[in-house]
């Protein structure tokens, strides 16, 4: 796999989105490999355990789009939030069962907008879904896909606070 490539595209992609669009949504970004996979990573430091590290810790939330041999062998790009041991969240006291109920009923009323989506899994996968990989449209699929997280994480937000410490 051309891992510098999927990163190359993963970061210009990236950084077509201005940066007043993920500061006004409090999102980062990170595009390395992980897994044997070329990763992007969207995130917020307060949706983890550790903000100081927060791609590291145990309990963190975070949207992921990625690429490795077996997804090129599939002709698919993947994406997907995790939400990782949320009762280690400091503030919180989270049912990782409820919060993923309680994303998934506001995520209904955007899955239209993500091709494949799924939410048929466990607690730590809120969603999953793939679009075709195609090498002319990576870039393009990329930034969607990004404009689609930065519309949906205030779900995120919203859904962590109801579980917040008061």
């Given at each position: 796999?051309?891992?510098?490539?999927?990163?190359?595209?993963?970061?210009?992609?990236?950084?077509?989105?201005?940066?007043?669009?993920?500061?006004?949504?409090?999102?980062?970004?990170?595009?390395?490999?992980?897994?044997e996979s070329a990763v992007?990573?969207?995130?917020?430091?307060?949706?983890?355990?550790?903000?100081?590290?927060?791609?590291?810790?145990?309990?963190?939330?975070?949207?992921?789009?990625?690429?490795?041999?077996?997804?090129?062998?599939?002709?698919?790009?993947?994406?997907?939030?995790?939400?990782?041991?949320?009762?280690?969240?400091?503030?919180?006291?989270?049912?990782?069962?409820?919060?993923?109920?309680?994303?998934?009923?506001?995520?209904?009323?955007?899955?239209?907008?993500?091709?494949?989506?799924?939410?048929?899994?466990?607690?730590?996968?809120?969603?999953?879904?793939?679009?075709?990989?195609?090498?002319?449209?990576?870039?393009?699929?990329?930034?969607?896909?990004?404009?689609?997280?930065?519309?949906?994480s205030p779900i995120i937000?919203?859904?962590?606070?109801?579980?917040?410490?008061?």
């Amino acid at each position: 796999m051309d891992y510098e490539f999927y990163l190359t595209m993963f970061r210009s992609a990236a950084e077509k989105i201005s940066k007043e669009q993920y500061d006004r949504e409090g999102l980062k970004v990170s595009v390395d490999i992980f897994l044997e996979s070329a990763v992007l990573k969207m995130y917020k430091p307060e949706w983890s355990g550790n903000p100081q590290s927060p791609l590291d810790a145990a309990s963190r939330i975070f949207f992921s789009i990625w690429v490795s041999d077996k997804t090129i062998r599939e002709g698919k790009m993947y994406y997907n939030i995790h939400a990782l041991k949320l009762r280690e969240l400091k503030d919180y006291k989270i049912s990782s069962r409820h919060f993923a109920q309680n994303f998934r009923v506001q995520f209904l009323k955007h899955q239209k907008d993500w091709p494949n989506a799924d939410i048929q899994y466990g607690p730590l996968t809120l969603m999953q879904g793939w679009i075709p990989l195609t090498t002319e449209e990576i870039q393009k699929e990329v930034c969607r896909l990004i404009q689609n997280f930065l519309e949906i994480s205030p779900i995120i937000d919203i859904v962590l606070d109801q579980y917040k410490i008061r």
